[in-house]
């Protein structure tokens, strides 16, 4: 069993589906295999660098006098318990007075202060690739758990939060077909994803779209007009078009918009789209933005599947001394990469896909 551990566990970046199954996988097989102790770190890395550090101890025994499990409930809870951000770079961290610090050693010295042997980050690329910096700055001994629902970090099939984001779109573009189809409507559905297509791909074919649009695969608007058109023709006059957010103008402008505290992020591409069918086919157009509804919610079967092997594996990788690595899942099984290697490769659709070809075997317009 060896020595007793006490281990860190944090979400960073932006929440998903699966988070909490990852912390209850990783409490169970930490405290009840091998007994260790375990802090979960609130609000990524912000809790580390907040003196004194901010967190909570994960305890089976209170919880095993409960009638009702509270770590089983994490099954089904959407977010993460923990909380998380996806804004302030701790080298370059936004203070009050509007100037930027390097706040690295401050989480640093968070991660020594509270005695850690060692530290699960769940993140998507971008935080994986901050967490390994302090990790190799500050001798932290990093575990790393790929989230994210846009699915493109590199090394994984698949990312905790993407099946349940999927599913959510699917279920959305099942629900437009049959107003769609009442109305005579064009429905466009734009959906979340950054840089990568998967969610418009897998959630389009699953949901019967007539036309995906995908960042990687550039388009013609009239090879979607004439799809519609040769719908029309055949006495269907609906038409289901799914576009990923991150889908270019004819001249290759990226639609975005400034948040409130200065962001910016991707967003418009669906009302684009809709403009330009309206105008050349007369169809009815309308828009859908499904946006954050994705992220939300219960967890699919899926993403708590995959949360609870990850969390269990992790566990693993610490207690085998395995540091500077992601669990990874590959050909149906958990392996473990260096989080370096994870992290290098953005993992975009790729045209030659077998999800591509399927699309184009159904039929579906894919623009080009
Ligand atoms: O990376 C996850 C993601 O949901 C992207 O699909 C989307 O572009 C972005 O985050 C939205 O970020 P925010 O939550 O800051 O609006």
């Known amino acids: 069993m060896g020595e007793k551990k006490r281990i860190g566990i944090l979400t960073s970046g932006g929440d ?51 009638k009702l499990d509270i770590l089983d409930n994490l099954l089904l809870m959407g977010g993460t318990i923990l909380g998380t ?10 203070m009050n007075d509007g100037t930027l610090r390097d706040r690295s050693s401050d989480i640093i010295n968070g991660y020594h202060k509270l005695g850690l042997n060692a530290l699960i980050g769940i993140g998507g690329d971008g935080s994986l690739a901050i967490l390994r910096r ?5 001798g932290i001994n990093l575990v790393g758990i790929p989230k994210t629902i846009d699915n493109d970090v590199g090394a994984t099939e698949v990312s905790i939060g993407f099946d349940t984001a999927t599913n959510i779109a699917t279920e959305a573009l099942d629900r437009l077909h049959f107003t769609a189809a009442s109305h005579n409507r064009v429905m466009v ?3 979340m994803g950054r840089d990568a297509g998967h969610i418009a791909l897998a959630a389009g074919i699953a949901g019967g779209a007539d036309v995906i649009l995908i960042p990687e695969i550039p388009y013609k608007i009239d090879k979607v007009c004439q799809k519609i058109r040769t719908r029309q023709a055949k006495g269907k006059n609906f038409c289901l078009v799914m576009v990923s957010e991150a889908v270019r103008t ?17 967003g418009g591409i669906g009302k684009y789209i809709a403009e330009q069918i309206g105008a050349k086919t007369g169809a009815e157009t309308r828009v859908t933005v499904l946006g954050h509804i994705q992220r939300g919610g219960i967890p699919s ?6 949360g609870s092997a990850f969390g269990v594996a992790a566990v693993d990788l610490i207690a085998e001394g395995k540091f ?13 990469v260096p989080i ?15 999800l591509v070809k399927t699309a184009r075997g159904l039929g579906i317009c894919l623009g080009d």
């Open 189 to 191: 559905l734009e959906v």
């Open 134 to 138: 302090l990790a190799q700055q500050g």
């Open 16 to 66: 998903c589906a699966g988070l909490n199954a990852v912390i209850r996988a990783v409490v169970y097989h930490a405290v009840g295999t091998y007994n260790w102790e375990v802090i979960g770190i609130k609000e990524a890395t912000h809790g580390l660098m907040s003196d004194p550090p901010k967190f909570i101890q994960f305890q089976l025994e209170t919880l095993d006098n409960l």
């Open 85 to 94: 951000t996806n804004k302030g770079n701790p080298f370059a961290f936004p």
């Open 301 to 306: 079967p899926m993403d708590r599947l995959l």
């Open 250 to 266: 004819e001249v290759g402008e990226q639609v975005s918009q400034i948040q409130q505290l200065g962001e910016d992020r991707l």
């Open 324 to 336: 500077d690595q992601m669990v990874a899942w590959k050909n149906r099984e958990i392996v473990s």
């Open 340 to 354: 370096a290697e994870a992290i290098k490769t953005y993992r975009t659709v790729d045209p030659k896909e077998t």
